[in-house]
């Protein structure tokens, strides 16, 4: 199947600092690309939607000018959490669709530790 | 409004058989998925349907009922390793998926 690789798998950053996720599609062209959020013991929060050479769509009460998404290549879209804080650690997970795709493939996910 | 309902946990014993049901609200409908999440890790695709019936892969089945709004997850012959929460996911006609919250599946021994 298709693979969806997001790196890094977990970073520890300082409050007041910022951090970029990537997640690439490895043999597909992913038109959209999905950001999610997970706290602990809870489902998956959608944060954007992104897609390919478009402004992505932010869900209610994300900041878009906290998490920045780009989504400039078929290939590859970044997420970076801008001036983060400890209430930014999470988990944060990619998926991805193509052309006429029936399933979304999921990144390894992002763990997030701020300190 | 797009809703999923799921239930919070289950609980099954080893080497039985459980079933996970799932509700939908969504505008359009382009299929209905299942994910296996173990704690820590991101979703792993279980399965899709699209149209009405039983679709069998192993010891896992999911079934559909579009008029009804309804999907299930049935899985046979249990496993310590079932131990999961099992998402169930509604694609919407922007091809976005709709999200349950989630059904925590303890097994017991």
């Known amino acids: 199947g298709a693979v969806v690789s997001q790196h890094p798998s977990w970073v520890i950053c300082k409050s007041g600092t910022s951090v970029k996720i990537e997640c690439r599609s490895l043999d597909f062209q992913a038109t959209t690309m999905f950001w999610y959020r997970q706290f602990p013991k809870q489902s998956l929060m959608l944060m954007a939607t992104s897609n390919e050479g478009s402004k992505a769509t932010y869900e209610q009460g994300v900041e878009k000018d906290k998490f920045l998404i780009n989504h400039a290549s078929l290939t590859l879209s970044t997420l970076t959490v801008t001036s983060a804080h400890p209430e930014d650690s999470s988990f944060y997970i990619c998926?991805?669709?193509?052309?006429?795709?029936?399933?979304?493939?999921f990144g390894q996910g992002t763990r997030l530790t701020v300190v | 409004g797009q809703n999923i309902d799921q239930p919070t946990e289950m609980t099954a014993t080893e080497g039985a058989i459980v079933q996970i049901n799932c509700t939908y609200q969504t505008s359009g409908f382009n299929g209905l998925f299942w994910y296996q999440q173990h704690a820590g890790e991101a979703p792993t695709f279980l399965s899709y349907n699209v149209l009405d019936g039983l679709e069998e892969k192993g010891r896992f089945s999911s079934f559909l009922s579009r008029s009804k709004g309804y999907s299930y997850l049935l899985l046979k012959e249990l496993q310590m390793k079932d131990s999961a929460s099992y998402l169930c996911a509604a694609m919407d006609s922007n091809y976005q998926l709709i999200w349950g919250a989630g059904t925590k599946l303890i097994i017991k021994p």
């Open positions: 998926s991805a669709t193509g052309t006429g795709a029936t399933e979304a493939f």
